[in-house]
């Protein structure tokens, strides 16, 4: 899956999935924006790091604008963006209505901002693709609830088959991945427990719980050429946790 000679904006690229991703499309050739409200981590090869709120319109403007200033184009986009509050991301009769709020701009309005300022430009580069991260909790609810933090992920999915629907014509496809438990700083409360992380591999099929790359290879899957016929998809990455009956 070669990405020589074409530009990819990461929103959410300060760490976890979205560094892996954007990484990894580096080392295959890509050139990269990469957006997050975190200072830049340390990364080689070809680049731009941007610091910013992806909730602001102007800072997400202006970074598609400096991409394409930069490398000439913008061909892919990636919505890596999002935050897990358990403290604070309760039942919507408990938690307070700022935090929800809070959580559905940072999870989905940044979505559409990116995607709302990136399809212009992959329609002047002739077409291109977006994946989105979504989560299988957008599947089902969850008796500790995280209710805003659902509905921005199951949003998302409809979003995604809007965009994917809207801009087929103009050769832009839009996909989701959903992925399960996955160690990433997301997950920081897994970190260092063996035993707990042995428990929960224990209800994955698959017997281990996924990572970053697990997660980075199915989107630069969907990205590129290979996936040319896939567009309005959703692809879980769970190790076969939704399967179960």
Avoid: C
């Amino acid at each position: 899956m070669s990405f020589t000679g074409k530009v990819a904006l990461v929103a959410g690229a300060g760490g976890g999935m979205g560094l892996n991703i954007a990484s990894d499309l580096i080392a295959e050739g890509a050139a990269v924006t990469m957006l997050d409200v975190k200072p830049a981590p340390e990364i080689a090869g070809r680049h731009l790091y941007l610091q910013g709120d992806v909730t602001d319109e102007a800072f997400v403007r202006d970074g598609v604008a400096k991409t394409v200033a930069a490398f000439g184009r913008l061909d892919y986009l990636v919505n890596a963006t999002g935050v897990l509050w358990f403290d604070r991301d309760k039942s919507l009769v408990e938690m307070d209505m700022d935090v929800w709020d809070r959580v559905l701009a940072i999870n989905l309005k940044s979505f559409a901002l990116t995607a709302r300022h990136a399809i212009p430009e992959m329609r002047k580069a002739g077409g291109g693709a977006m994946v989105h991260i979504s989560s299988t909790q957008a599947l089902r609810g969850d008796a500790k609830a995280q209710d805003a933090y659902g509905a921005a992920k199951g949003a998302i999915r409809s979003l995604s088959k809007s965009i994917a629907i809207q801009f087929a014509k103009d050769r832009i496809r839009s996909n989701v991945i959903l992925p399960g438990g996955t160690l990433s700083p997301m997950q920081a409360r897994w970190e260092g427990k063996t035993e707990l992380q042995a428990a929960i591999a224990g209800h994955i099929p698959l017997g281990r719980i996924g990572t970053t790359q697990d997660q980075a290879n199915a989107v630069l899957f969907l990205l590129s050429d290979k996936a040319s016929y896939i567009t309005g998809a959703e692809l879980i990455v769970d190790g076969g946790v939704t399967a179960l009956p």
